[in-house]
T-cell receptor, first 111, second 116 residues
Framework: DGGITQSPKYLFRKEGQNVTLSCEQN?????MYWYRQDPGQGLRLIYY???????QKGDIAEGYSVSREKKESFPLTVTSAQKNPTAFYLC??????????FGPGTRLTVL | GENVEQHPSTLSVQEGDSAVIKCTYS??????FPWYKQELGKGPQLIID?????GEKKDQRIAVTLNKTAKHFSLHITETQPEDSAVYFC???????????????FGTGTKLQVIP
């Protein structure tokens, strides 16, 4: 069954902690993306990667980091430098230009 | 950069009626316009898309129209059903012709409620 998976579904973070969100795809897509979604707002781009071992900052990269060591995987780390991390995080992938396909999301809450 | 405005933010319709959601974009170079449906607690799912060389596209009860001159595009859902209730996002995509990174700008979403 092909698709994009994200884990965990729910994640709780204490102040000062770093947490890592997982994103895996078996669609053989080259490009992968991380978005943040807040209530009443559109999706905002955090980081994207067009190819293995390469990634670029999006519009709101501060306080986040990523890696792209494998084509299938694009984990996102929310660092303690991100002061307001509570949000719904969405990972997406695309074969090339145009359509992005989204995973089910991870809801991160700061305790 | 690109700016996408989406209206209305909420929309309630009776089951069986039509629903229309409108988006405008600012960059005339945008060339691809997908629409996504997001159910509560889930990721957005692509429902229909349109390219800049096409004026209208239809898929069963869903249609999208694009007016490049006015820089707006709309989603039309006919014969609405309760399972159509969700948040709908429009997006405008801007990218180089060589297929490099495609910058996608999303609208702020429309919460559609279909009343049985």
């Amino acid at each position: 069954d092909g698709g994009i998976t994200q884990s965990p579904k729910y994640l709780f973070r204490k102040e000062g902690q770093n947490v890592t969100l997982s994103c895996e795809q078996n669609l053989n897509h080259d490009a992968m993306y991380w978005y943040r979604q807040d209530p009443g707002q559109g999706l905002r781009l955090i980081y994207y990667s067009q190819i293995v071992n390469d990634f670029q900052k999006g519009d709101i990269a501060e306080g986040y980091s990523v890696s792209r060591e494998k084509k299938e995987s694009f984990p996102l780390t929310v660092t303690s430098a991100q002061k307001n991390p509570t949000a719904f995080y969405l990972c997406a992938s695309a074969k090339g230009p145009d359509t992005q396909y989204f995973g089910p999301g991870t809801r991160l809450t700061v305790l | 950069g690109e700016n996408v405005e989406q209206h209305p933010s909420t929309l309630s319709v009776q089951e069986g009626d039509s629903a229309v959601i409108k988006c405008t974009y600012s960059d005339s170079a945008s060339n691809y316009f997908p629409w996504y449906k997001q159910e509560l607690g889930k990721g957005p799912q692509l429902i229909i898309d349109i390219r800049s060389n096409v004026g209208e596209k239809k898929d069963q009860r869903i249609a999208v129209t694009l007016n490049k001159t006015a820089k707006h595009f709309s989603l039309h859902i006919t014969e609405t059903q309760p399972e159509d209730s969700a948040v709908y996002f429009c997006a405008a995509t801007l990218g180089p012709p060589d297929g490099g990174y495609q910058k996608v700008t999303f609208g702020t979403g429309t919460k559609l409620q279909v009343i049985p």
